[in-house]
């Protein structure tokens, strides 16, 4: 299954995968990639025929690292504003990783391995617009918008375009090594309840296709099936105790 929009291109950065959002008059990025990927990050973009100067705002779906490590590098490299959720906004702040509760034994495993600390002056990064519930991408010359949807972590966020994509970030997520093009629950989660709610209100925005920043992407009956039949959540709720 692939992205048939040729105006949202995915950007494997590695770990993760940011969305370019192509506009008339300026573009929007979703995400920045991990730590380190930010030439890599320029690079593709150049190779679409896009200079940093074209993106007028960077959407962060969440503070993790593989998703804001890069954030200087193209912050700095284009002038774009950056839009954070109000409730992730402090963890950009923080030097450490914050929201990691791992809601399954890969994720425990994940956790060892993954670095824990931001970069040096990462912590300078301020977002420019501070997202509360909805944030109407319209005046960035999209038909869109990005709504809340916590449980990740509590100020994780998706992009919804009118053309039918929802940008989902670690709502959900494509098997790590295997089974990609399956959705799983995230690794971790701040709230499990708030997460299955989210999920629900993705799923009741009727999007044609759901993006994730690991693997996918997922139609939105994959995600009903796989992720929210009552058996499913029965079973995971009595295991989590
Ligand atoms: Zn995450
Ligand atoms: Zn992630």
Redesign the pocket.
């Known amino acids: 299954m692939n992205i048939k929009n040729p105006a949202v291109l995915p950007i494997s950065l590695g770990r993760s995968t940011a969305y370019l959002i192509r506009g008339k008059n300026g573009h929007i990025l979703v995400d920045s990639g991990p730590p380190g990927s930010g030439k890599k990050l320029l690079k593709k973009l150049s190779q679409e025929g896009i200079s940093p100067e074209q993106i007028s705002l960077v959407v962060l779906t969440?503070a993790?690292l593989?998703?804001s490590g890069a954030l200087e590098d193209i912050l700095k490299a284009g002038g774009a504003k950056l839009a954070v959720h109000k409730d992730e906004a402090p963890a950009l702040e923080q030097e450490e990783e914050l929201h990691l509760n791992p809601v399954r034994p890969l994720g425990r495993l994940v956790k060892a391995f993954i670095g824990k600390k931001r970069k040096k002056g990462s912590s300078e990064i301020k977002p420019d617009l501070v997202i509360n519930k909805e944030l109407d991408l319209k005046p960035f010359g999209i038909k869109g918008k990005v709504v809340a949807t916590p449980g990740?972590?509590p100020g994780s966020v998706t992009v919804f375009l009118q053309t039918g994509e929802a940008i989902v970030g670690?709502l959900l997520m494509g098997g790590m090594l295997f089974r990609r093009r399956r959705p799983f629950y995230?690794l971790?989660a701040s709230d499990v309840k708030q997460l299955e709610r989210s999920i629900r209100l993705v799923l009741k925005l009727k999007p044609k296709l759901i993006l994730p920043a690991h693997g996918g992407p997922f139609t939105p009956a994959q995600v009903e099936t796989k992720l929210l039949q009552p058996r499913r959540i029965k079973r995971k709720k009595a295991r989590r105790g």
């Open positions: 969440h993790h593989d998703h990740h972590t670690d995230p971790f």
